[in-house]
């Protein structure tokens, strides 16, 4: 099986809550997302997807990850997408970094191996371990009544672990924090995530403030060793995101001890391909992980649920159904929540098909 095209959609994802807001001031009303085709000589199709958080969070945009399939396209042409090695070794030679552009492409070839073998990527992935998947709700930063009262809707609608989005004034994050957590029952699993939006003495003030409960500390500080030294001087159970982009990061930090459970995000770390690597290796070290990615669709939240459900539960806090925060769907057969779980779609690869009559032309194709 040979890659003869490469096809390539911009799709806007409105958010049903109206906006996203988390540390810093950043927000986001509406997702860009790219949604990737990889054709095959035999007549097989497979799909990615990638959908930055906006500019301003991780080094990705969405513009680039269309400029950067445009600079990889061409000399992916006449490769077998099934061989993920030479793949990765074709657009690492022809593209340093740049894993966000990278992710759509390998999302795509597993999807392409899973219908050539008439499995689920989960499967192949490592076999179907967690069929529950337990999700988890963001709870966009806004004043601590708001957050409290946003958190109950989601619990109501069964969710039972939160992701705080924290990381503004101390005082107001330990009041964010002590609002939601006062409404939870002893069962339900709370993270409070700065996403780097505090200095080193506002994060000790929060964890010091906050010690009393039971919740996760993430990813506090912009460097590593600013959210290390906050990990030292907490017993707070803690969690690292925008500093584990890779394999080193992830060994240095295992050495250092500077987490109990790492966010493993697809396009952070390149795809399926790389992000099944950091997994095993969290799985032998006993971390726990939340798997998800920066933010995406009906395509992404598939390619997370087969992640997810090849990883042993044991390890699994949860992932993250992102096709249930925004408006718009765009392929049949894509995960929905039931309660606070996801499930698999049926079928090989992915298991979705996006409603190519809804979406039109693509915005450029390679062949």
Known sequence: MRITGIRVWQIDLPLAEGSYQWAGGKSVQVFDTTLVALDTDAGLTGWGEV??????????????????????GPHLLGLD????????????????????????????????LGKAADLPVATLLGGIV?????????ISQRPAKEMAANLRSHRDAGYRRFQLKVGGDADED??????????????????????????????????????????????PCLTYEESLSVR??????????ENIDGLEPLLRASRDRAMDMVNIKLSKLGGLTQARLIRELCARLGLLMIVEDSWGGDVTTAAIAHAAASTPSRNLF??????GYVTRSFADGAPRRDGGIMRLPPGPGL?????LAELGEPVFTID
């Not at 906006?54 to 990850?65: N, Q």
């Not at 003495?201 to 009393?212: K, L, P, S, T």
């Not at 949860?318 to 096709?323: G, L, M």
């Open 351 to 355: 298991g979705v098909t996006p409603r």
């Open 130 to 138: 967690t069929p529950e998947i337990p999700l988890y709700r963001a």
């Open 232 to 241: 030292e001087r907490t017993t707070l159970p803690f969690v690292l995101d």
């Open 51 to 72: 959908c930055p958080l906006g500019p301003v969070y991780l080094p990705a945009y969405a513009e680039g990850v269309r400029g950067g399939i445009r600079e990889l």
């Open 174 to 219: 330990i009041a964010r924090i002590r609002a939601c957590r006062a409404i939870l029952e002893p069962s339900d699993r709370l993270v409070a995530d700065a996403n780097t939006g505090w200095l080193a003495a506002d994060a000790m003030r929060v964890v010091n403030a906050v010690r009393d409960l039971d919740l996760f500390i993430e990813q």
């Open 81 to 112: 997408p099934c061989e993920h090695g030479r793949l990765w070794q074709a657009m690492d030679g022809q593209l340093k970094g740049h894993p966000f552009v990278k992710s759509g492409l390998d999302m795509a070839a597993w999807d392409l």
């Open 318 to 323: 949860a992932a993250t159904d992102f096709n």
